[in-house]
């Protein structure tokens, strides 16, 4: 693992880098989200080379919407650090799950939750593009 990796939440000089891995494209949401602390940053040689984003479903419950790293950075263990850079900053601050999602034809990152402790817990069919299905899953923060 690289020790130049350093993972942090998204500045507004980062929006830019964002908007460049974020698919809504929404360049006034994502700036909204860098100054509620929603996106987190992985950063190696001042280069932003992952990027995660968080929602909170009724205000309450944190889900991670998108998680993604640049393809020559991916299988390094950086969106590992990512998720733990969140689950730490969620427990700081009194929350319980996690809770994420993938789509139902992508196993690569159905994989990768379960590696990474979460459990599936619901499936939501045909909300996506081609009525494409969604598994979601819920990590334990209590642990």
Known sequence: MDSSIIVRFAEKTDLSFC????????????????????????ERCREIIGYL?????????PYMSLIILKPEFRGKHIGYLMLQ????????????????????????????????????????NGINKDRVGEVFFRLDLTK
Request: glycine share 2%; hydrophobic share 40%; proline share 3%.
């Open 19 to 42: 908007m460049d891995f974020d698919h809504s494209h929404r360049e006034d949401i994502i700036e909204n989200k860098i100054d509620m602390h929603e996106i987190i940053v992985a």
């Open 53 to 61: 984003k968080i929602e909170y479903i009724w205000s309450q419950l």
């Open 85 to 124: 850079y969140l689950i730490e900053f969620l427990q700081t601050n009194d929350y319980d799950i996690l809770l994420s999602s993938s789509q139902v034809n992508e196993p690569e990152p159905q994989m990768w939750h379960r590696k990474m402790g979460f459990v599936e817990c619901g499936i939501l």
